[in-house]
């Protein structure tokens, strides 16, 4: 039968290890919107001046792939 002592560290080595690893290398976040977000707001822009709703609906959704997109590769880097 295990201790007392080592029932408790086996349940507290796991999360000051996790809480370890999550600030040992922290950074100020970067809260900059970037492109991608005047990019998908000028493009909402030009998506409202269609003139159906279908069209006003297809280039919305173009707008977010594009959005998606922009955010993909400003993460990945490619």
Known sequence: MPSFVSRRLS?????????????SDAKPALADDGPCFQNLRRCYFNAAAKSSFWEIWAAGLDCELELVDCVRKHIIGR
């Open 11 to 23: 349940w507290l080595v796991p999360v000051l290890a996790v809480l370890l690893f999550v600030f």
